[in-house]
Antibody, heavy 128, light 107 residues
């Protein structure tokens, strides 16, 4: 069974740090790009960032709202994805989801990207 | 406010058909594939449609997607109470963007 399981959420004070983990199973983790997406209470989905796979040098991209504060990494030997969150703000309070992605170019050269498997999420609360 | 615009809510009776629009521009939807995600209450999002109109294995053909120019549309026929959820469109534009989401109520 294809599965993603997030962990590491909790309560942290503003300015603090937290590291989230995402354990993957049931698919070839190392082949996939991986994303983090968050959802603030009562709000919509917000993309946090992604890491490419080894073939694409594990390069990362981030949303402007987290760039410079959050770092995405992965350990393919452990089938695991990580999100290091520093300088946390109250507006970072959200459920954080990891998702595996499909990426590439189709037969006519158009780029495709979509998130096909999602974890159940882990809750991060930033409050004093 | 998202660059992809969705109606905040739509509603229809069981058995009826509903469409959810996702409006963008030439810099996003106009030149990229769109995918759709369903989020049932209290659960994680699930991929519903990818590459504008393709359904993953296990998604019933009551769900369909289309794209024309700078807009995309999700269609759901034979509405069921279990379809009540939030629906999000999304596309990749030098970073992923989601629409603001549409709450579907099956009356």
């Amino acid at each position: 069974e294809v599965q993603l399981v997030e962990s590491g959420g909790g309560l942290v004070q503003p300015g603090g740090s937290l590291r989230l983990s995402c354990a993957a199973s049931g698919f070839t983790f190392s082949d996939h790009y991986m994303d983090w997406v968050r959802q603030a209470p009562g709000k919509g989905l917000e993309w946090v960032g992604r890491t490419r796979n080894k073939a694409n040098s594990y390069t990362t991209e981030y949303a402007a709202s987290v760039k410079g504060r959050f770092t995405i990494s992965r350990d393919d030997s452990k089938n695991s994805l990580y999100l290091q969150m520093n300088s946390l703000k109250t507006e970072d309070t959200a459920v954080y989801y990891c998702a595996s992605a499909r990426s590439g170019y189709d037969s006519v050269g158009y780029y495709y990207y979509y998130m096909d498997v999602w974890g159940k999420g882990t809750t991060v609360t930033v409050s004093s | 406010q998202s660059v992809l615009t969705q109606p905040p809510s739509v509603s229809a009776a069981p058995g009826q058909k509903v469409t959810i629009s996702c409006s963008g521009s030439s810099s996003n939807i106009g030149n990229n594939y769109v995918s759709w995600y369903q989020q049932l209450p209290g659960t994680a999002p699930k991929l519903l449609i990818y590459e504008n109109n393709k359904r993953p294995s296990g998604i019933p053909d009551r769900f369909s997607g289309s794209k024309s120019g700078t807009s995309a549309t999700l269609g759901i026929t034979g509405l069921q109470t279990g379809d009540e959820a939030d629906y999000y469109c999304g596309t990749w534009v030098w970073g992923w963007v989601f629409g603001g989401g549409t709450k579907l109520t099956v009356l």
